[in-house]
């Protein structure tokens, strides 16, 4: 049954469960996009607002439309620099703006791993969520800082990264046209998130 991305581009599918895909995908576009025009534009609501015209007109241009091999963030991407052009603003939609859509993407993963695995994140988060300055931590040192076998963090650190990494891809799924994308658009992404998935790469 197709979901995500390959959804909303299915003209055979009902509009209810076309437009319900695409609000879902929604907020994994907006925070790159809102975060590369931050880069781009000055002020605070411009971006906002102009990453709703850009998020709108990839609806207008792709729903239902039966579109096949395209990437969901190739599209916005293609959006963003054409919004970005017809401003007289000179970037090109790059690296960045493929550095922010896998970290929009981890967000997700790791926001599912919270409500299903919270034990997991916390200690996913423990690793890496730091205060600035502080010295990063191996799984060792973390073992030392919970008081709990070293052989026991470094396998929770194990299975906790190959979990992430599946829910990763999981997401990643969501927005391509079909399966057989899935693996290439991931390859593509995962450079930008190596150092969390570690071990389980």
């Known amino acids: 049954m197709a979901e995500g991305w390959e959804l909303v581009l299915d003209s055979g599918a009902k509009p209810a469960d076309r437009a319900q895909a ?4 929604t907020t994994v576009v907006r925070r790159p996009v809102v975060a590369y025009l931050r880069r781009c534009m000055s002020g605070f609501r411009e ?14 241009d792709h729903e239902g439309s039966d579109e096949t091999g395209v990437r969901l963030r190739a599209c ?12 007289d603003i000179e970037v090109t939609v790059d690296e960045e703006f ?8 981890l967000f997700e993963a790791l ?3 919270k409500q299903t695995l919270p034990r997991t ?8 969520d730091r205060p600035e300055g502080e010295a990063a931590l191996d799984a060792d040192g973390l073992a030392r800082r919970l008081e709990q076998p070293v052989d ?23 927005t391509v046209a079909d399966a057989g994308m ?16 570690g071990d389980a790469e």
């Open 76 to 87: 916005v991407a293609a959006a963003l620099d054409t919004e970005l052009r017809d401003r």
């Open 98 to 105: 493929d550095r922010d859509w896998a970290s929009s993407l």
């Open 152 to 174: 026991e963090v470094h396998e929770q650190l194990i299975e906790g990264r190959a979990e992430l990494q599946q829910r990763f891809l999981g997401q990643v799924r969501l």
């Open 22 to 25: 695409w609000e879902d995908l």
């Open 182 to 197: 899935t693996a290439a658009e991931a390859a593509h992404l995962l450079q930008f998130t190596r150092r969390l998935f």
């Open 47 to 60: 971006p906002e607002r102009v990453a709703e015209e850009v998020i709108e007109s990839v609806q207008l």
């Open 121 to 128: 994140y916390a200690l996913l988060l423990r690793l890496y």
């Open 111 to 113: 926001q599912e791993m």
